[in-house]
């Protein structure tokens, strides 16, 4: 969406009659309210261009901009205003009615359609999903070898994909079982015990940990999860190693040829067989489309290697969507949290009259909502505005 600015601010220099696209709507920052634009090939009065990213301008008046949109002039109406200090002090602050962030934020997102009814979002979303059950399946079959899952945290990635490869290794396990004399050595942990087929690493991991995990999964039809674990794709050498792993041509060979390795269980050189999913919140598109990331053109390469599954769950009002669905047609606050039908519905009112509020609009704190419901000793609505919502 393009954005016209009459007059803003940007580092202590005025802007005045610019065009630019608008990457993310407005603001509040220490300073006042800002919008944030993308400076590609726009030049300044002096014929200098600005700076050729996204950029912030700092914004006084409600009128000081306008959106290309002309379905979005509500914009200057719906503003509603706080002034700080005495009433004939300037204007200072300002932020855009709901309706108007709604329609902005999905202006703003690729794959988001803003004529789209909340029963069109949810059967977008639900195809979504039903796409990740299927393509970890596959990969529990040693089908597909890489697949990027990108998405807002929250909103049942890592269950889905930690449920589909349960299943696969539920059947492995009982195979497993009905012939101990006949055994695969790779299927044995410590113990004796049965080792299942797939391994989720979450939090932080080096290169060297990365590498030697990779090892002990390198077989076929084994599959390493990478879950909200962005460590290893910050560092460069990490990536390295997964690009190799996710190799498409020929075989998949893995090397560590350097003594900083101190692990000495796995070779200098193996080939990998196994799969890899990364399930992530980094919008791996944006940055590549940005190119202005150190490492975008890493990110870029573990695309090319991998499927791309976006769940198309950005703004508010997709992710109250997906939140509805679970909780209710999935039964989520009955099963999980032992909700009644009343319950239930008042846990889901509170949560869409103060969505905007949450520190994290998620399945995570719709359950914790419901924890609170559930108990009869504390006022839940009350703590759950003092816990779950922002203060400020």
Same mark, same amino acid.
């Given at each position: ?202 939090? +932080? ?11 002990? +999964? ?89 499927? +791309? ?84």
């Amino acid at each position: 969406m393009k954005v016209f600015v009459r007059r803003g601010d940007w580092s202590g220099q005025v802007i005045s009659g610019k065009t630019f696209e608008l990457f993310k709507a407005l603001s509040m920052g220490q300073k006042g309210p800002f919008i944030t634009v993308n400076g590609t090939g726009v030049n300044q009065d002096n014929g200098r261009p600005f700076p050729q990213r996204n950029f912030r301008i700092g914004i006084q008046e409600p009128d000081d901009f306008e959106l290309e949109d002309k379905g979005a002039d509500i914009f200057a109406p719906r503003m509603r205003t706080v002034f700080s200090g005495s009433p004939d002090r300037k204007l200072r602050k300002f932020v855009p009615g709901d309706a108007v962030i709604e329609k902005i934020e999905a202006a703003s997102h690729a794959g988001s359609r803003t004529d789209e009814t909340d029963e069109q979002i949810k059967e977008r979303i639900s195809e979504r999903f039903t796409i990740l059950q299927n393509l970890t399946a596959d990969i529990a079959r040693g089908n597909i070898k890489g697949l990027v899952v990108s998405g807002a945290s929250g909103v049942g990635k890592s269950f889905e994909v930690e449920a589909a490869l349960n299943r696969d290794s539920l059947l492995d396990k009982l195979s497993f079982n009905a012939d101990a004399s006949d055994q695969n050595a790779r299927r044995i942990g410590q113990g004796g015990t049965f080792k299942a087929r797939y391994n989720i690493v979450k939090g +932080y991991s080096t290169a060297p940990a990365l590498y030697m995990t990779l090892y002990e +999964y390198s077989e076929s039809r084994e599959t390493l999860v990478f879950d909200d674990c962005d460590s290893v794709l910050g560092d460069e050498t990490s990536l390295n190693i997964l690009k190799a792993a996710l190799d498409t041509s020929g075989k998949r060979m893995i090397s560590w040829r350097s003594q900083s390795r101190n692990s000495t269980d796995a070779p200098n050189q193996f080939e990998f067989k196994g799969s890899v999913i990364f399930i992530t919140n980094i919008n791996f598109e944006k940055i590549v489309e940005k190119g202005t990331a150190r490492l975008a053109p890493h990110l870029e390469a573990i695309m090319s290697r991998c499927l +791309y599954l976006d769940l198309t769950i950005d703004t508010v009002r997709e992710k109250l969507v997906r939140i509805e669905h679970v909780a209710r047609d999935l039964r989520m606050l009955e099963r999980e949290f032992k909700l009644e039908g009343n319950e239930i519905e008042e846990v889901l009112a509170w949560t869409h009259k103060h969505a905007r509020r949450f520190r994290e609009l998620s399945l995570r704190k719709v359950g914790q909502l419901a924890s609170l419901r559930k108990s009869s000793n504390l006022d839940w609505e009350r703590v759950a505005q003092v816990t779950l919502l922002k203060q400020r």
